[in-house]
Each structure stands twice: as C-alpha cells, then as structure tokens.
C-alpha cells in the first residue's frame, strides 16, 4: 500500500464505522434488549441455532467483528495521540491492533466451527 | 547561503493541558463520539459470544439469555444502545463531509446525502429484525 499501513488503516476505520453504524442499534436491541424489555418474545433456541448456523450469519460474523473492531482500535489510538500521549504512541498501537487481531482469529474460529 | 544542514520540518503541536476537552461543550461531544468506539467493539464480541452460546446447545443458549434479563445488565445494555445510536448518528452527519458532495458524478445535497443513509439504516434494521426474530 502506498505511504505504508496509514491509508489501510484508514480504510479499515472508515468501514467499520459504517458497517457499525447500520447494524450495531438494531443487533444490540434485538440481542440484548427486545426480551427482556418485553417488545418482542424471546426467540427459541432452534430458531437462534438455525439463524447462528447460516452461511450468510457466518459471513457476517467475519466482516463485521474484524471492521468493528479494527475502527475501535484506530479510533482509541487517534484518541491517545490527541491526549498528548504521542511519545506512547508505538507500544499504544501494539497493544490495541494486537487485541483486534485476537478478536478477529476468535470471530474466524468461531465462524468455521458453528 | 548558510553551510547549516536544512531542518527538517517538525510538527506544530499547540501546547494544551491534559483535561483541555473538558473545557469547551463542543470537544467534550467530540470526546464522547470517539469514546462510542469502545461499545463498538463490545458488540463486535459479544455478537460473537451469543453465536457460540447459541451453537454450545439450548443450556447455554439459556444461560445467555438469562445473563441479559439480569436488571444490571439490561441497564448496562440501555446504556450499549444510546452510545451505538450516538455512533451511528455522528457518523451519519459526518458523511457529507467524508463522502464529498459528489456520488457517481452527480452533486448531491448534504441533506440528501445523510437523509439516504437514515434510510438505509432503517431498511438494515427492519431486514435484522426479520432474520433474527
């Protein structure tokens, strides 16, 4: 890539905030919120199992877990150099690609053995 | 003509105390939109917890379900929706300006261009809601 990992990591930024911002609200309502508030009733689990095991559910697993994750990483780190934590910025860096990394191998993993 | 080597250029960094976004309305709005990025990979993972409770069989299914009708965690959850909805919010009206005023050539009204994404997000939520209820 031209001018190093800067413009991919930008890239990867600008995806995951969009992937984020269309299927976050809804995932979190749905998931989280929708039965215990009592706006919907609780899906049983063949129902769960059948949507979780999907090849397209898959897919989405792989895209929107390494995306949300790698737009929280570049986003934490611009924080950290606007903090005046420019000097740490390297070790910073490390520390929070390293951890999107991980979660990207677990939502991989994940993904092939559902 | 000097014989000192040319200088290279730093970058200007404006000196400012630690707290400085605590002190004008604006930057701390800016410090809780980028602070949305953390709930954006809490998700990220818990989307990944809930698919391999689901796939561990109908106890652990179970066991996740109950988790989240606890009151501490549907509160902590209350909490997860407002700052995914503030992500999605600024980023929609950053769009105008990330996107450009031009989409396939032809000029766009600002408006336009975040009133197309808000329509979007509503049909991805309601193809969500339809799959996964």
Do not use: N, Q
Request: proline share 7%.
């Amino acid at each position: 890539v031209r001018g190093g990992p800067e413009p991919l990591r930008w890239g990867m930024f600008a995806a995951g905030g969009m992937v984020a911002a269309l299927v976050l609200p809804a995932l979190v309502l749905l998931l989280c919120l929708a039965a215990p508030l009592g706006l919907a009733d609780p899906v049983p689990h063949p129902a769960a199992e059948a949507v979780v095991s999907h090849l397209a559910f898959r897919l989405a697993l792989v895209v929107v877990v390494p995306l949300g994750l790698l737009h929280a990483a570049h986003r934490v780190l611009a924080a950290f150099m606007d903090f005046g934590l420019r000097p740490f910025g390297t070790p910073v860096a490390l520390v929070l690609f390293s951890g999107a990394m991980a979660g990207t191998a677990f939502a991989v993993w994940t993904a092939l053995t559902l | 003509v000097s014989d000192a080597a040319p200088r290279t250029p730093r970058p200007y960094v404006r000196r400012l105390p630690a707290w400085w976004v605590l002190t004008k309305g604006s930057w701390l709005l800016f410090l809780l939109r980028e602070i949305t990025s953390l709930f954006v990979a809490y998700v990220a993972v818990l989307l990944v917890v809930y698919a391999r409770s689901v796939a561990a069989g109908p106890e652990a299914y179970e066991g996740f379900v109950a988790w989240t009708r606890r009151p501490g965690v549907v509160a902590w959850h209350l909490v997860v929706l407002a700052a995914v909805l503030w992500h999605t919010v600024t980023w929609f009206v950053a769009t105008p300006t990330a996107i450009g005023r031009f989409v396939a050539g032809r000029r766009v009204a600002p408006a336009a261009l975040v009133a197309g994404h808000y329509a979007l997000w509503l049909a991805v939520s309601a193809a969500l809601w339809w799959v996964l209820r």
